[in-house]
């Protein structure tokens, strides 16, 4: 069962455009969500996150948007560069548990 | 300071072997999480040590093991390896509040 659904496999997107990469949960335990980039051969890197007690956090071109009442978080990208292409994994955590449930990830292509 | 560093970056291995795989943590860090990540499966969470103790396990079968040692050092170990088991294995560490993982590259496993 996943609980932390990312139903967009891949994603192409022009320069300078907006990137808006998805991402459902179904578990309403969930209270904090994040992002990660993932070039090839590297490990994850943290983008940004959301707390439940927010619907809105922006970090420069990157925001994070959440409906509680949607189960649905999505990352908004603006504007879209070239160096931005890379996998997108949402990532949901339950308070106290430590242990954060990753979506399948998006691909994201942004094209020159 | 360093990052997360897991060893080797690749191997090998043929079925029915058995591989044991390392990660050290950021200096600081107690928690070690390890996740197999491969095509159109996302991040899946194996396991979860804190302070040499198992604290969060994942879905996987027994022949995925790990330990973390005093110095919160962690191991991985899959026996009787099949092919399936070919994926990137991420480990990752915090310092167990809220704000994510920081990730290592990985270590690429290919059972043949």
């Known amino acids: 069962d996943q609980q932390v659904k990312q139903n967009s496999p891949s994603l192409s997107v022009q320069e300078g455009r907006i990137s808006i990469l998805n991402c459902d949960y179904t578990?309403?335990?969930?209270?904090?969500f994040l992002w990660y980039k993932k070039y090839p051969a590297e490990g994850p890197t943290f983008l940004i996150s959301?707390?439940?007690?927010?619907d809105k956090n922006e970090d420069g071109r990157f925001t994070v948007f959440l409906n509680k009442s949607a189960k649905h978080l999505s990352l908004h990208i603006v504007p879209s560069q070239p160096g931005d292409s890379a996998v997108y994994f949402c990532?949901?955590?339950?308070?106290?548990?430590?242990?954060?449930?990753f979506g399948t990830g998006t691909r994201l292509k942004v094209l020159a | 300071k360093a990052g997360v560093t897991q060893t080797p970056r690749y191997l090998i291995k043929t079925r029915g072997q058995q591989v044991t795989l390392s990660c050290s943590p950021i200096?600081?860090?107690?928690?070690v999480s390890w996740y197999q990540q491969t095509p159109g499966q996302g991040l899946q969470f194996l396991f979860e040590?804190?302070?040499?103790?198992?604290?969060n396990k994942g879905n996987f079968p027994g022949r995925f093991s790990g330990r973390q040692f005093s110095n919160s050092r962690s191991e991985m170990n899959v026996s009787t390896l099949e092919l399936g088991d070919s994926a990137l294995y991420l480990c990752?560490?915090?310092?167990?509040?809220?704000?994510?993982?920081?990730f290592g590259s990985g270590t690429r496993l290919t059972v043949v």
């Open positions: 990752a560490s915090s310092d167990d509040t809220i704000y994510g993982y920081t």
């Open positions: 578990n309403s335990m969930f209270d904090y």
């Open positions: 959301i707390s439940s007690i927010k």
């Open positions: 990532a949901a955590s339950g308070s106290g548990t430590y242990k954060y449930i």
């Open positions: 200096s600081g860090h107690r928690s």
């Open positions: 040590y804190f302070s040499e103790t198992q604290r």
